[in-house]
């Protein structure tokens, strides 16, 4: 069981708006930042979305992330086939003094 | 360019020690700025963190709680690189482990290994 909640799946058309929701508590969204991750099978992951809603170079503005309380969300608009993957969130936990990840979102576009 | 070079044996049986290494290019495991932590993937529990070294005028290390008994994450400062041992391991510990660099600015894992799948079998 992950510290965070995301969605098991998630799935759009291309050119749609997505958004998958990530959710903690107190001790790591909640008074941390929060990143975002792809992941293609067989790859490691990839940063997408740092401190809550930075991307870094060379990943598209279609990506965009937020924070809210104790809730992130990465929303991804124009959606395209090479977006299928899988997301993860992930935040310092400070209770656990340690990271913590979501269980992971899968994406699908049909 | 940061680049995480991952190499260890892809078996182990049970009770033994894993032991992966992570070999660092375009960055210095003694690095002020940085920390290499190991995080493993497998389909039952996820993405897990176990735990990171870090030099700030000296060495530290941090664990999860989970395998806080069995973990020791040292570096090399002579080879640029730094290792995950992970003791009297069971079948449970089967994982991709990965190495990865995380920044104090900003605080993320930006740079990862391509992943090791050990696997924990007789």
Redesign the interface.
Known sequence: Q?VLTQPPSASGTPGQRVTISCSGSSSNIGG??V?W?QQVPG?????LI??NN?R?SGVPDRFSGSKSGTSASLAISGLQSEDEGDY?C?A?DDS?????????TKLTVL | QVQLQQSGPGLVKPSQTLSVTCAISGDSVSSNTAAW?W?RQSPSR????L?RTYHRSKWYS????SVKSRININSDTSKNQFSLQLNSVTPEDTAVY?CARQQLD?????Y????TLVTVSS
């Open positions: 992950s941390n930042t990143n991750y790859t490691a992951p990839r940063l740092y401190s930075q870094p993860y992930a310092w656990l003094n340690g990271w913590v990840f979501g269980g992971g | 932590n995080i996820g993405l897990e963190w735990g941090d664990y999860a709680v990965y900003p605080w993320c894992f930006d990862w290994g391509q992943g």
